[in-house]
């Protein structure tokens, strides 16, 4: 198993960036499919971003539509630590952000994720 924590979430305006990062520990990091999920209170945990690996050295890169354009999602192996970049938010953007680690090739579910972190809290005021 890996365990994963997510730091970076807090307070911003709208328009602003903020960086999201999910520090892994445990098993080899490199392996997995690696996500970014969010849920608004009210709301159901929804799809943001994923890493896939594909072969040794490269990774697929899957966007939710409303993140295309305004995240980017990367991946240290060396340092076990996955990134969510997030520019231009917007107030819809406020939900408790959740990094998982599941089995390639999978990745859009959240049932295709067998680890999860505790959440991060990002607030994004007008």
């Known amino acids: 198993q890996v365990q994963l924590v997510e730091s970076g979430g807090r307070l911003v305006q709208a328009g602003e960036s903020l960086r999201l990062s999910c520090a892994a520990s445990?098993?080899?990091?490199?392996?997995?499919?690696m996500g970014w999920f969010r849920q608004a209170p009210g709301k159901e945990r929804e799809f943001v971003a994923a890493?896939?690996?594909?072969?040794?050295?490269?990774?697929?890169?899957y966007y939710a539509e409303s993140a295309k354009g305004r995240f980017t999602i990367s991946r240290d192996n060396a340092k076990n630590t996955m990134y969510l970049q997030m520019n231009s938010l917007k107030p819809e953007d406020t939900a408790v952000y959740y990094c998982?680690?599941?089995?390639?090739?999978?990745?859009?579910?959240?049932?295709?994720?067998?680890?999860w972190g505790q959440g991060t809290l990002v607030t994004v005021s007008s």
């Open positions: 890493s896939v690996p594909a072969g040794r050295w490269n990774e697929d890169l």
């Open positions: 998982g680690a599941g089995t390639p090739p999978r990745y859009q579910r959240t049932y295709d994720y067998d680890q």
């Open positions: 445990g098993r080899t990091f490199s392996g997995y499919t």
